[in-house]
């Protein structure tokens, strides 16, 4: 028996005394943390070139995805050997699905001479063994070639059975090596669902045999708009397509880890790139281009045309021949209703169903609801269960549609009400395209908005508006990364980590008390990985800015204020006093130092105690136009004596922020002429998205600090 630990101590000490090297150590306490983690001190299997791994029958690839982790971090392979009846020292990997309640569960048991990785399943054991990965000592010095693993026992499972993230390949090709890479980094944080988002307006990326233009014709676009929302293209013939036999690979590339493919195809609107090979498939009938802008093409699959119906029917069902996934979704996102309107094939198909509008849904959201259902029909008729995003919900969609809440969390708990099952993505939280930085002149351009670990290491995917039975619904939670702005892999995976990690941990154990800073702490460790691997990703959180401002006290500093409106509960933070307690909003909208109102004004009643001279009064908006935070339009002061009968005073318009100007924390003012009084009202409007913004015809969010009266 080689690991006696005290000779081996003996000599490693020696070892480590003449080398001046302390002798690297595991840590437990990886991404995700594991549920339990019991240490016994003192005592430490010693992992070297020598140890073997007894692998039961069905766990060969686990044990060598094993070695294959040592080796790139130890440098070191391990013996493998089949059968664990006869193991007496060395890692043991078996299946023992009696020892837990979970699937995907896992222990392992360190001691002086074993290390036993027991699983619920094999993806159990697959898990434990990321844990053990991950918890390695990572030096490029290992000098001897040994690690300790400090004895103890750790015990694991998943809290959520869906752990996504999704990847667009459409807006800019990505090459299957790199969608690898991305399933290697899903592995490396227990997700067990990757959304393979295949078909767009700007490009086809799916093979399907039985229409060959698609991806001859739709997989490619003749430039593509620079910037955001300009009319400049690039000359550059961008696109690419993935073969049946290519997805083939990588989907048993991705189950090898565990990981389930969920292909998407969007309809019936984000079609563009269809429509552009088969154009009589469109309501107008074209003639349509691989769409070279980003947003909402107007251009969709004409659903009164029962060619494209079938169409549609054709691609699921060869999508379905390629991907075995339960899970098949269907889009249904971003669909402008303005040509089926219009067109008499969709109007004669509207009246042929009786379909009719009501005051929630016009008629043509119920036939869309049509086209989801038929489609969903085409995917349960084959065993599998359909995946919608939330819009689909707008209309009469069947229960049996599984909903993907990307427009906050709103989507997912009405759907949940209803008896969906729910899959939580929201944008507020879940965005992995927008930005980590506010200093957005360090970052490579993106999307807009703004969304830093902080932020998602915060969500809540269980909201507490549903009852426990309601919350069963939220299967999930899943991370989304759109790519026009993102046109490299090395760009895909700077905007995944660390934000991922953040996402891991609630997917895995959606903790109740959450330690950012301990959860920091984590990221350090892992980021060494992601040095080993080579992945890019953002080091904010390493390097964290503080921010201390404070305004010069004035007639409002701390006074009573009441509000008229209250802001959204998301924002309201400690209330109306966050306006006038003397601390500048500073850093981002969220945090906690800006009150943020949504199709409503920020209307301020501030009781000055005693009648004041005043003249001017100055506030501070964040404006974040990707995340549909716009300046403020207008300020109108009312100034009272007896707190009942206000006269305005002055009032002021801004005009608003254009999608190019710069976004950030902006200073209003306005001047008025003298006068005095005990109350003072001031009063904040705000805009609705103007036309060139994706979510045109929505009021535009309000993010307000410190108003200030002198
Ligand atoms: C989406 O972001 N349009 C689902
Ligand atoms: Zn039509």
């Not at 013939?237 to 189950?255: F, M, N, S």
């Amino acid at each position: 028996m080689k690991h006696f630990l005290l000779p081996l101590l003996v000599a490693v000490t020696l070892l480590s005394a003449c080398t001046q090297q302390p002798l690297p150590e595991a840590n437990y306490n990886v991404i995700p943390l594991p549920k339990e983690i019991k240490l016994e001190e003192g005592q430490s299997y010693i992992l070297d070139s020598k140890t073997l791994v007894y692998f039961e029958e069905g766990l060969q690839r686990e044990a060598r995805f094993l070695n294959q982790y040592v080796e790139d971090i130890l440098g070191f392979t391990l013996g493998l050997k089949k059968g664990t009846d006869h193991a007496v020292d060395g890692i043991v990997l078996k299946v023992t699905p009696e020892d837990f309640d979970h699937s995907e569960a896992y222990e392992i048991s360190i001691t002086p001479s074993q290390v036993v990785v027991k699983g619920s399943d094999a993806a159990g054991v697959f898990y434990g063994i990321q844990t053990l990965r991950k918890s390695l000592p990572v030096t490029s010095h290992l000098s001897p070639l040994i690690a300790q693993l400090p004895c103890g026992t750790i015990r694991d499972w998943p809290n959520f059975g869906y752990r996504g993230m999704h990847l667009d390949p459409c807006r800019h090709f990505i090459p299957l090596d790199s969608v690898k890479v991305y399933i290697d980094m899903l592995a490396l944080h227990n997700m067990n669902q990757f959304h393979f988002h295949l078909s767009d307006d700007q490009g086809w990326r799916i093979e399907i045999k039985k229409y060959p233009e698609l991806t001859e014709i739709g997989a490619y676009r003749n430039g593509t708009v620079i910037g955001h929302n300009g009319n400049l293209y690039d000359s550059i013939r961008h696109g690419g397509y993935y073969t049946q036999d290519e997805l083939r690979d990588l989907i048993q590339y991705a189950a090898e880890r565990h990981i389930n493919i969920i292909p998407e195809i969007d309809l019936p609107g984000h079609m563009q790139a269809a429509l552009a090979c088969y154009p009589q498939m469109g309501c107008t009938g074209g003639p349509y281009e691989v769409w070279k802008r980003w947003g909402i093409s107007e251009e969709v699959l004409c659903a009164g045309n029962e060619q494209a119906m079938q169409f549609v029917e054709d691609v699921l069902n060869e999508v379905m021949d390629v991907f075995p996934s339960e899970y098949i979704h269907i889009g249904g996102d971003e669909c402008p209703k303005v040509r089926w309107e219009k067109c008499r094939k969709c109007q004669a198909l509207i009246r042929k169903l009786r379909i009719k509008g009501d005051d929630r849904f016009s008629k043509e959201d119920y036939l869309q609801s049509y086209v989801m259902n038929r489609m969903a029909k085409v995917v349960e008729a084959r065993g599998r269960r359909v995946i919608g995003w939330d819009e689909i919900l707008e209309g009469n969609v069947s229960e049996t549609a599984i909903i993907m809440s990307w427009r906050g969390t709103e989507g997912g708990i009405e759907a949940a009400r209803k008896g969906h099952d729910v899959i939580m993505a929201p944008s507020s939280h879940l965005y992995f395209d927008y930005y980590q930085s506010e200093d957005i002149a360090s970052e490579p351009m993106c999307i807009g908005g703004y969304l830093p670990v902080e932020r998602v290491y915060e969500f809540q995917p269980l909201p507490t508006e549903l009852t426990p039975e309601q919350q069963q619904h939220i299967i999930g939670v899943q991370a989304n990364i759109w790519t026009e702005y993102i046109s490299t892999f090395d760009h895909v995976e700077y905007m995944a980590m660390p934000r991922m990690d953040a996402l891991a941990e609630i997917q895995w154990n959606n903790p109740k008390e959450r330690d950012f800073d301990a959860f920091v702490e984590r990221c350090r460790k892992i980021s060494q990985l992601y040095d080993l691997y080579q992945y890019r990703y953002a080091k904010h959180i390493f390097n964290p800015q503080v921010w201390t401002d404070t305004v010069a006290p004035n007639l409002v500093t701390g006074k009573p204020i009441m509000l008229q409106e209250e802001p959204e509960e998301r924002y309201a933070y400690k209330g109306a006093t966050v306006l006038n307690d003397g601390e500048l909003g500073r850093g981002a909208y969220n945090s906690g130092r800006w009150l943020g109102f949504y199709g409503k004004p920020l209307d301020a009643f501030f009781d000055l105690k005693e009648p004041k001279l005043m003249a001017r009064v100055r506030f501070h908006a964040n404006v974040n136009k990707g995340a549909w935070i716009y300046n403020p339009r207008q300020v109108t002061v009312r100034i009272s004596n007896d707190g009942k009968h206000f006269l305005e005073v002055g009032k002021k318009e801004f005009p608003i922020s254009g999608w190019n100007d710069r976004d950030g924390v902006f200073a209003y003012e306005l001047s008025f002429e003298p006068a005095t009084a005990r109350y003072v009202e001031v009063l904040i409007e705000g805009y609705d998205l103007p036309e060139d913004h994706s979510g045109y015809g929505n009021p535009a969010w309000l993010f307000i600090d410190e108003i200030e009266v002198n």
